[in-house]
């Protein structure tokens, strides 16, 4: 079936250093990539998108790249802060064929002062 | 603003009980989802409904059910708690079926003894 494999599944950076956090998916019929952020006992939710017909997709500090022939993503976050630290989930959605999005197993993000 | 409620923050219950787990949202969104949230897993898709009375399964079904008969309220029945059950559970909505974003509820942490 689907998949969406996310890694690494923790990291540590220094603030101000970047982060980055890469995801394959299986389906080559998905065509949307959204990114969930999930603080510690909150709710996940949407920071950044973007849709397979676009390459990259820029948001202040906050950019996400897809290349669709490797069936690859990726999320960047620049200049980090300690607010960043989080959960951050990368999912896949298919247009066709119904409503599932899939989503990868979680990176755990720390941002040390 | 978008509101996803479930009903519980918290919930404790034993082997063998039958669970109700509700969610509401206020936006007329088509589309409800169930997820659980395990460490190391993510998000997994249990059921989703695109509609009123409409229903799909998920990647793990087994051992829940769901009912949608208002468009606003989506509930997740485990028929028989058992302990593999213990887990954090989201419920999703979306103005569906076009890409948009999914937005979660504040989660239901459901403990099974």
């Given at each position: 079936?689907?998949?969406?494999?996310?890694?690494p599944?923790?990291?540590?950076v220094?603030?101000g250093?970047?982060?980055?956090i890469?995801?394959?998916y299986?389906?080559?019929?998905?065509n949307?990539?959204?990114?969930?952020?999930?603080?510690?006992?909150?709710?996940?939710?949407l920071?950044?998108?973007?849709?397979?017909n676009v390459?990259?997709?820029?948001?202040?500090r906050i950019?996400?790249t897809?290349?669709k022939?490797?069936k690859h993503?990726?999320?960047?976050?620049?200049e980090t802060q300690?607010?960043?630290?989080?959960?951050?989930?990368?999912?896949?959605r298919?247009?066709t064929g119904?409503?599932?999005?899939?989503?990868g197993?979680?990176?755990?993000?720390?941002?040390k002062? | 603003?978008?509101?996803?409620t479930?009903?519980?923050r918290?919930?404790?219950?034993?082997t063998?009980?039958?669970?109700f787990?509700?969610?509401v949202?206020?936006?007329?969104?088509?589309?409800?989802f169930w997820?659980r949230?395990?460490?190391?897993?993510?998000?997994?898709?249990?059921y989703f409904?695109?509609?009123?009375k409409?229903?799909?399964k998920?990647?793990?079904?087994?051992g829940?059910?769901?009912?949608?008969?208002?468009?606003?309220?989506?509930?997740?029945?485990?028929?028989?708690?058992s302990?593999?059950?213990t887990s954090?559970?989201?419920?999703?909505?979306?103005k569906?079926?076009?890409?948009?974003?999914?937005f979660?509820?504040q989660?239901?942490?459901?403990?099974?003894?």
């Amino acid at each position: 079936g689907e998949n969406v494999e996310q890694h690494p599944s923790t990291l540590s950076v220094q603030e101000g250093d970047s982060a980055v956090i890469k995801c394959t998916y299986s389906d080559s019929a998905s065509n949307y990539f959204p990114w969930y952020k999930q603080e510690l006992g909150k709710r996940p939710q949407l920071i950044i998108d973007i849709r397979s017909n676009v390459g990259e997709k820029k948001d202040q500090r906050i950019a996400v790249t897809l290349n669709k022939t490797a069936k690859h993503f990726s999320l960047h976050i620049t200049e980090t802060q300690p607010e960043d630290s989080a959960v951050y989930f990368c999912a896949a959605r298919t247009d066709t064929g119904g409503f599932k999005t899939i989503f990868g197993a979680g990176t755990r993000l720390f941002v040390k002062a | 603003d978008v509101k996803v409620t479930q009903s519980s923050r918290y919930l404790v219950k034993r082997t063998g009980e039958k669970v109700f787990l509700e969610c509401v949202q206020d936006m007329d969104h088509e589309n409800m989802f169930w997820y659980r949230q395990d460490p190391g897993l993510g998000l997994r898709l249990i059921y989703f409904s695109y509609d009123v009375k409409m229903k799909e399964k998920g990647d793990i079904p087994e051992g829940y059910s769901v009912s949608r008969e208002k468009k606003e309220r989506f509930s997740l029945i485990l028929e028989s708690a058992s302990t593999n059950q213990t887990s954090m559970y989201l419920c999703a909505s979306r103005k569906g079926p076009s890409n948009t974003e999914a937005f979660f509820g504040q989660g239901t942490r459901l403990t099974v003894v």
